[in-house]
């Protein structure tokens, strides 16, 4: 540990590194965005490994128990189609979602509900991923589609050849190894890659980046009971804006509960500073309440292992305290049980790649247009005390460029780390970006293999015409 501020190094030795695998596309990380690049990259003929640390897929849908992927959509919501489409379709398929609207059986609810664009003609317009389940089902899809899984497997630096990547090195129960490729896909959410290569960046400081999160399920929850005490007492977006910016959707339906920790707080068994407030994510007949985002953790550098371990510690004891107040002050939660934590912090900012365009908060809210778009993205917006969602149709286009990092070649950045400010993040973090950008990435690294080009210099109306092949909504 460092002491006074005093780093200290030790001198490595060099040595032969096995090379484990050689592949055309490398995908690193197996969360929303690296599946979709997976999937999209592999659909298009190449030779695709997808390397992961834990050991399932999955990223915060798995990971952090977030199985709410379409929570923003409303009836008049436009999405990109494409991938996402394709994991909804295909959970629901396998028994792997859980439709939690379809399920309210109070008549004055589901009235609410469907004046409020929730439920058209009594179907819900999204459902909630099963988060245990959803592992089975992405490890069918990715064998399905011809990609090579690698679990239990940390990318820990980039090969490089210049300016050009040419693979990974990796840490396993199996030692010190290489993987080669000509083409890298960075979806590990912080940029681990594109850092390690040498690409430009920035993050944010510490005391201003975005919450982590430890999630927990519920089980011996009296559904029933706690629904009415909901549609009694129900959220509303506006609640959780900070007081900032709502617009067009202050007064919508939202799972927001923080009434029961206020009062936990008021009769001193929750410390004043603790932010605690819940969005549970859905309900199941058996009494459960799977996911509960409650617990949120400011001043967290994602990037940074001390950081990291203080708050799964910390978050996990703030589990308990929250439990205890739903089971004190919620109807329904009194014999409530602790059902699981999440494996991992649900984390939102770290590292962003500077690239060849960095989208802005104007784009995410004006409804942006680029030559190179990719996909589409609902207008979406949450984070920075800003909650906007897409009730009306209005969406921007996603552009490629904000994929590809700057002086580093045959590297592209998929998912949370590409390129931004600080508002446009608050969108482009979200599941359904993510994945856009997973498959644009995808696409366009497998087909600059076929034109012989960097990725840079691919040719982006062949990938928009891919991308369109299937199903993708780019304009």
């Not at 993050?203 to 999160?213: A, C, F, I, S």
Request: overall charge negative; hydrophobic content about 40%; some cysteine.
């Amino acid at each position: 540990m460092k002491e006074n501020n005093i780093v200290e190094f030790i001198e490595e030795l060099p040595k032969k590194i096995p090379i484990m695998a050689e592949t055309d596309v490398l995908v690193v990380g197996g969360g929303p965005a690296g599946i979709a690049a997976a999937l999209s990259a592999s659909r298009q003929g190449v030779k695709t490994i997808i390397l992961e640390r834990y050991g399932f897929f999955g990223g915060v849908i798995t990971q952090a128990m977030i199985g709410t992927i379409a929570w923003y959509r409303y009836a008049q919501t436009v999405d990109a189609g494409g991938i996402q489409e394709e994991i909804e379709r295909k959970a629901k398929e396998m028994g792997a979602s859980i439709d939690i609207i379809g399920n309210v059986k109070n008549k004055e609810m589901v009235e609410t509900l469907e004046k409020e664009g929730l439920m058209v003609n009594g179907k819900s317009t999204y459902e909630v991923l099963d988060t245990e389940l959803f592992k089975y089902v992405i490890d069918e899809m990715l064998q399905e589609s011809g990609v090579t899984p690698i679990l239990h497997c940390w990318a820990t630096d980039a090969l490089m050849e210049g300016e050009v990547i040419k693979g990974v090195i990796t840490e396993s129960k199996s030692g010190r190894q290489a993987i080669l490729a000509k083409r890298v896909i960075d979806a590990t959410g912080d940029a681990d890659i594109a850092f390690h290569a040498g690409a430009p960046f920035r993050k944010n400081p510490k005391n201003e980046l975005m919450e982590v999160t430890t999630n927990f399920g519920c089980s011996g929850v009296k559904i029933g009971k706690f629904l009415m005490y909901i549609y009694l007492n129900p959220g509303k977006i506006g609640d959780w804006g900070m007081g900032g910016e709502t617009e067009g959707s202050s007064e919508s339906f939202s799972s927001y509960l923080v009434e029961p920790f206020k009062k936990a707080k008021e009769a001193g068994e929750i410390p004043k500073d603790v932010l605690l407030e819940s969005y549970w994510g859905c309900y199941t007949d058996a009494g459960e309440i799977p996911s509960l985002n409650a617990v949120h953790m400011t001043n967290i550098d994602c990037t940074d292992v001390w950081d990291l371990t203080r708050a799964e510690i910390e978050g996990r004891k703030r589990v308990v305290w929250a439990l205890e107040a739903l089971r004190k002050y919620t109807p329904g939660f009194e014999k409530a049980r602790l059902r699981n934590i999440g494996t991992s912090l649900g984390t939102r900012e770290s590292r962003k790649i500077i690239g060849e365009y960095n989208i802005t908060e104007h784009d995410v809210k004006n409804q942006a247009r680029f030559d190179d778009s990719i996909g589409i993205c609902p207008e979406f917006v949450d984070g920075y005390g800003v909650a906007i969602l897409p009730i009306t149709g209005r969406y921007f286009q996603v552009p490629y460029k904000i994929t590809v990092p700057l002086k580093v070649e045959n590297l592209l950045v998929a998912g949370r780390c590409v390129a931004g400010d600080k508002i446009s993040h608050a969108a482009t973090r979200q599941m359904c970006c993510c994945i856009v950008t997973g498959q644009g990435a995808g696409v366009a690294a497998a087909q600059s293999i076929k034109e012989d080009v960097y990725c840079r210099e691919v040719n982006i109306s062949k990938v928009q015409e891919i991308l369109k092949e299937k199903g993708v909504r780019i304009d």
